[in-house]
């Protein structure tokens, strides 16, 4: 994702259309049924299908991306469906959330360079509460020369024992190598290579 600046992805989500749709991604909103509303951090975003579905059910949302576009438009959609979002324009480099504040973060088919990616992570650790959950699916490098999403870099695609490795500290709720068929718009069709994780924080006891 920090292939591409801030112009980029305001042209991407130029165009009236919900380019990756309007309904929240399918592993994510199957994650979310199983908790507890709470505060939850939505990371690279987009036009808000995830953060107005995470709203609709009872949860604070703060939600960060590069786009004045895509916030216009996740906006738009909170609006029409009659709930708030809290939606910050800024680099994902350059944000940093409160720490020990939130009940869950999603990570939803956010790439980065393997050192950006890094430095995300830990900031989504920090920013967990204790026992908070993480969601989070990805592209897998099997991704590569696919069509259906995804930077065609096979360092910004992910790999099971990145994931382990970045999110050590937490335990394993899930994790899996899946190939499935997306249906998220038009950008996001086909036959696809993921990882889906869950992850939770330890309690400040342990």
């Known amino acids: 994702m920090d292939n591409f600046d801030s112009k980029f992805w305001d ?4 165009s009236e259309e919900y380019i990756y749709g309007t309904s929240p991604n399918k592993f994510f909103r199957q994650q979310l049924d199983k908790l507890s509303p ?5 990371v690279g975003e987009g036009e808000g299908r995830n953060a107005v579905y995470a709203a609709k059910n009872g949860w604070r949302v703060d939600a960060v ?3 004045s576009v895509a916030r216009d438009k996740a906006l738009k959609l909170a609006k029409e469906s009659g709930v708030r979002i809290n939606y910050n324009v800024q680099k994902i480099q350059t944000f940093f959330p409160v720490k020990n504040y939130y009940d869950a973060a999603a990570i939803i088919f956010v790439h980065l360079n393997p050192f950006e990616r890094k430095k995300l992570h830990r900031k989504i650790l920090d920013a967990l509460a204790p026992k908070g959950i993480v969601i989070f699916e990805v592209y897998e490098k099997d991704q590569f020369g696919k069509t ?4 065609q870099n096979l360092e910004m695609l992910y790999s099971l024992d990145e994931i382990k490795s970045d999110f050590a500290e937490l335990d394993t709720v899930l994790l899996k190598k899946e190939n499935i068929i997306l249906n998220e718009g038009e950008k996001h069709t086909g ?3 993921i990882i889906r994780y869950v992850g939770k924080k330890k309690s400040s006891t342990e």
Do not use: M, Q, T, V
Not at 38 to 42: A, D, E, F, S, Y
């Open 191 to 193: 036959e696809a290579s």
């Open 38 to 42: 709470g505060k939850i951090l939505l």
């Open 65 to 67: 991306d590069y786009s």
């Open 148 to 151: 259906s999403g995804g930077p």
């Open 11 to 14: 042209e991407r989500f130029s």
